[in-house]
Structures are given as structure tokens and as C-alpha cells.
């Protein structure tokens, strides 16, 4: 199973164990508000998974930051989306100054290594200080619920005070998830995994993973209810789609009529363009046709992923209808069918008649794109780019 698959029939139910309290586990995220628990367990797996699983050797509060972060970078930072407005662990990311080279936005950075390096490489001090304090404490409360019946949860950090030497003293007894390398809550630096909870992480990791990215994603639909495909945006893609067969639909097409760059007014060599997603594909995360528009390369590395400027949408429009004229000549009839079918469903076009009318399929994509426009705006995408020889 991939670790980033999400789908709610895989994850509904945690393999039972009589070794471990899988009980606690999925209690894990109960009455959650921020974004800490969701991404200290995923870091934690993570880590372990890196190790192997092996139990013996504490992982630093630091190490699990850095992850933290590190997780957290690509759906904030790369994907733009909402944690909440009080949420700490986007604040302290927009914080750092952080140098990400293209490996990185290329999904080419696998394990994550360089973008923990450029994380690591930045001083940490008030990051680590802030959410040391609560979460891997918090985290581990489940585990010790009967320990912990008399302690105060409100304010201060009574709960966080007691639960090391807890998790210390019934660390063989009731098995936490993991104890402390420190009775005392001001000096612990690390976690030490329990070697029961460290052979059903191994045993389970895809489903305990794809349980946890589950819960994370139901979080982060409600804080971005409008986004679209939150699910592709919570992770590393693992690679970028192939656009072959975009690139083949508009090559057929260039290569029946001249058409010029929307952005350059250049016309454009059927054997030398680029594909611009003009939403862009990092706050899309697809490739559909109706979405794809041939560029000079130049000039599409320019655009990167700005939102392109109001002034281009009428010709962006006039060149696509151009495209579905030439591929219904060209192709048969059941490849063109399979062709549009994005364009029928995507934007809301009940005929072909429509489809093929300049003046409706504009109007369709007034009212899918501008709105999108709208929310990726406010999203932090920067708006109104123009290309500039």
C-alpha cells in the first residue's frame, strides 16, 4: 500500500493487537484544533520507518521538528493551504528563511533529505522551545488515561508536568507509545518508542500511516472547504504526471493551424512549446486539458505558478476553442468524445453545441475559472502576472 494513499475503506479500522492498546491509538486525534498532533505522529513514523523501526535509540525533539516541519512545508508553504489562523506550526514555517532548490519543488527530493537540511540548517531555537511544550506530552496522554484521572487539564501545563515520570513509570506496565528521556517535563529532549509499539508500527506501517493521513486530510478539508484536491496536497508527490498525451493533442493541433503564444503573441513551433497550466498546477494538482495551454518555454518558466493577469483570459479561451475545433477534424469520433469529457464535466457544458461555441464556452469558463482565481488569491498566489521579454 502506498504510505500516501488515502482512502477511507482502507484506514476505517486499526489491526487489532493483544501486545498493544490499539484502543489508545485511535484515540489519538480526539478533540484536535491544530495541526501539532497530526504531523508529530506522522513525523514519528516517518523517522522510525527511516531507522528501520528500531526501538532502542531516542529520537530528539529536534529530529521530530525538523520532520514536523518538513511535512508541513509542502501543503502551506508549496500547495498555499490553511492550517488555521492560530495555528503555530505555519507561523513558525513562514518564519524561517528557508533556500529551496529545484529538486525540492520537483518532487526529485524523495526522503525528504534536502528539505530537512535546508529546515536543519536554520536556527530552530524558538521553534523547537514552543512546541516542545505540549505536543509530544499531549500525544502520549491517551496511553496513560487512568494515570492521569486526577491530573488538571486546564490552564497551565499541569498534564504536560506529570505525564514523564508517568509514561516512565508504567512504561512496561501499560505500554505508552513511547516515555521520556527525562522524569523531569523542562529537561526531556527525546522519546524512547516502546519495543511492542515498534514491532506493530512495522508490522502495520501502510495502514497505520494511510490512518493517519486519513485523519489529517478530514482536518484540513475543514480548514480549506473551497480548495480543490486537498488530498493530492497534503504530501510529497511521489512524481509529476506525464503530459504526453496532452502534448500529442496539441501538437495535432499546431500542427493544423499556426497559433500564437497567449503571453508573448510568439507563434509557436509545434516541435518546440511547453504546456502552461494556466491555473497553476500547484493550487490545481491536475493535469486536464481544459486547463493546459501551449507556451513558449521561455516563457512558461517565467510564469511558474503566478495566476496569470485578467488580460490573457479572452485569447486563453479563444485558444482553446481553437483546439476543439481542430481535434474534432482530426480524431475520430470516440477518441474526441474521450478527449472533451474533462471539458464537459469540469466546466459545467451540458452540449457539444455549446462546447463548440466561442461565446458559451467562454462564459463556461468564466464561471469555473474566475471564482478559482478568487480563492487562490486569497490563498497567497500571486495574482496579475504579465510576461516581460
Same mark, same amino acid.
Not at 507509545?177 to 508490522?203: G, K, M, T
Not at 504530501?235 to 504526453?244: E, G, I
Not at 475520430?332 to 452540449?351: H, M, N, V, Y
Given at each position: 500500500?502506498?504510505?500516501?494513499?488515502?482512502?477511507?475503506?482502507?484506514?476505517?479500522?486499526?489491526?487489532?493487537?493483544?501486545?498493544?492498546? *490499539?484502543?489508545?491509538? @485511535?484515540?489519538?486525534?480526539?478533540?484536535?484544533? &491544530?495541526?501539532?498532533?497530526? !504531523?508529530?505522529?506522522?513525523?514519528?513514523?516517518?523517522? #522510525?520507518?527511516? =531507522?528501520?523501526?528500531?526501538?532502542?535509540?531516542?529520537?530528539?525533539?529536534?529530529?521530530?521538528?525538523?520532520?514536523?516541519?518538513?511535512? /508541513?512545508?509542502?501543503?502551506?508553504?508549496?500547495?498555499?493551504?490553511?492550517?488555521?489562523?492560530?495555528?503555530?506550526?505555519?507561523?513558525?514555517?513562514?518564519?524561517?528563511?528557508?533556500?529551496?532548490?529545484?529538486? +525540492?519543488?520537483?518532487?526529485?527530493?524523495?526522503?525528504?533529505?534536502?528539505?530537512?537540511? /535546508?529546515?536543519?540548517?536554520?536556527?530552530? =531555537?524558538?521553534?523547537? @522551545?514552543?512546541?516542545?511544550?505540549?505536543?509530544?506530552?499531549?500525544?502520549?496522554?491517551?496511553?496513560?488515561?487512568?494515570?492521569?484521572?486526577?491530573?488538571?487539564?486546564?490552564?497551565?501545563?499541569?498534564?504536560?508536568?506529570?505525564?514523564?515520570?508517568?509514561? &516512565?513509570?508504567?512504561?512496561?506496565?501499560?505500554?505508552?507509545?513511547?516515555?521520556?528521556?527525562?522524569?523531569?517535563?523542562?529537561?526531556?529532549?527525546? *522519546?524512547? +518508542?516502546?519495543?511492542? $509499539?515498534?514491532?506493530? !508500527?512495522?508490522?502495520?506501517?501502510?495502514?497505520?500511516?494511510? $490512518?493517519?493521513?486519513?485523519?489529517?486530510?478530514?482536518? #484540513?478539508?475543514?480548514?480549506?472547504?473551497?480548495?480543490?484536491?486537498?488530498?493530492?496536497?497534503?504530501? #510529497?508527490?511521489?512524481?509529476?504526471?506525464?503530459? %504526453?498525451?496532452?502534448?500529442?493533442? $496539441?501538437?495535432?493541433?499546431?500542427?493544423?493551424?499556426?497559433?500564437?503564444?497567449?503571453?508573448?503573441?510568439?507563434?509557436?513551433?509545434?516541435?518546440?512549446?511547453?504546456?502552461?497550466?494556466?491555473?497553476?498546477?500547484?493550487?490545481?494538482?491536475?493535469?486536464?486539458? $481544459?486547463?493546459?495551454?501551449?507556451?513558449?518555454?521561455?516563457?512558461?518558466?517565467?510564469?511558474?505558478?503566478?495566476?496569470?493577469?485578467?488580460?490573457?483570459?479572452?485569447?486563453?479561451? %479563444?485558444?482553446?476553442?481553437?483546439?476543439?475545433?481542430? %481535434?474534432?477534424?482530426?480524431?475520430?469520433?470516440?477518441?474526441?468524445?474521450?478527449?472533451?469529457?474533462?471539458?464537459?464535466?469540469?466546466?459545467?457544458?451540458?452540449?457539444?453545441?455549446?462546447?463548440?461555441?466561442?461565446?458559451?464556452?467562454?462564459?463556461?469558463?468564466?464561471? *469555473?475559472?474566475?471564482?478559482?482565481?478568487?480563492?487562490?488569491? &486569497?490563498?497567497?498566489?500571486?495574482?496579475?502576472?504579465?510576461?516581460?521579454?
Amino acid at each position: 500500500m502506498d504510505d500516501n494513499r488515502l482512502s477511507s475503506g482502507a484506514v476505517s479500522q486499526l489491526p487489532d493487537s493483544s501486545k498493544v492498546n *490499539v484502543a489508545a491509538l @485511535s484515540r489519538l486525534f480526539a478533540d484536535t484544533t &491544530n495541526s501539532y498532533k497530526y !504531523l508529530f505522529f506522522l513525523s514519528l513514523l516517518d523517522i #522510525m520507518k527511516r =531507522r528501520r523501526f528500531e526501538a532502542t535509540e531516542p529520537i530528539s525533539f529536534q529530529d521530530l521538528i525538523v520532520e514536523m516541519l518538513a511535512n /508541513a512545508w509542502f501543503p502551506h508553504t508549496f500547495f498555499k493551504l490553511s492550517f488555521g489562523t492560530q495555528d503555530k506550526v505555519a507561523q513558525k514555517l513562514d518564519a524561517l528563511e528557508l533556500t529551496i532548490t529545484e529538486p +525540492i519543488t520537483r518532487f526529485r527530493d524523495t526522503d525528504k533529505t534536502l528539505l530537512r537540511g /535546508a529546515i536543519a540548517a536554520q536556527d530552530l =531555537r524558538d521553534v523547537v @522551545s514552543h512546541l516542545r511544550r505540549y505536543v509530544p506530552f499531549r500525544l502520549v496522554a491517551p496511553f496513560l488515561e487512568d494515570q492521569l484521572a486526577g491530573v488538571s487539564r486546564g490552564k497551565g501545563n499541569q498534564l504536560e508536568v506529570a505525564i514523564p515520570a508517568i509514561a &516512565n513509570r508504567c512504561f512496561n506496565s501499560d505500554k505508552p507509545l513511547y516515555r521520556f528521556d527525562s522524569e523531569q517535563h523542562n529537561r526531556c529532549q527525546a *522519546v524512547i +518508542i516502546h519495543p511492542a $509499539w515498534a514491532s506493530y !508500527l512495522e508490522q502495520h506501517h501502510g495502514i497505520v500511516r494511510g $490512518w493517519a493521513a486519513w485523519e489529517w486530510l478530514t482536518y #484540513m478539508q475543514k480548514r480549506n472547504p473551497s480548495t480543490p484536491a486537498i488530498a493530492n496536497k497534503l504530501f #510529497m508527490p511521489t512524481r509529476r504526471d506525464s503530459l %504526453t498525451k496532452q502534448t500529442d493533442y $496539441w501538437k495535432l493541433v499546431l500542427r493544423s493551424q499556426p497559433l500564437r503564444c497567449i503571453y508573448s503573441q510568439q507563434v509557436i513551433d509545434p516541435n518546440r512549446f511547453s504546456l502552461d497550466h494556466y491555473l497553476p498546477w500547484s493550487f490545481v494538482a491536475h493535469d486536464q486539458l $481544459w486547463n493546459l495551454v501551449p507556451t513558449l518555454p521561455e516563457v512558461n518558466s517565467a510564469k511558474s505558478n503566478n495566476l496569470p493577469s485578467n488580460e490573457y483570459f479572452a485569447q486563453f479561451v %479563444t485558444v482553446q476553442h481553437s483546439g476543439l475545433l481542430a %481535434t474534432r477534424k482530426a480524431l475520430t469520433a470516440t477518441k474526441w468524445e474521450r478527449q472533451i469529457e474533462p471539458f464537459i464535466c469540469d466546466l459545467g457544458i451540458s452540449t457539444v453545441d455549446d462546447l463548440l461555441d466561442v461565446q458559451r464556452l467562454g462564459n463556461a469558463y468564466g464561471q *469555473v475559472v474566475k471564482p478559482l482565481v478568487s480563492l487562490a488569491t &486569497n490563498q497567497g498566489f500571486s495574482v496579475g502576472w504579465r510576461y516581460q521579454v
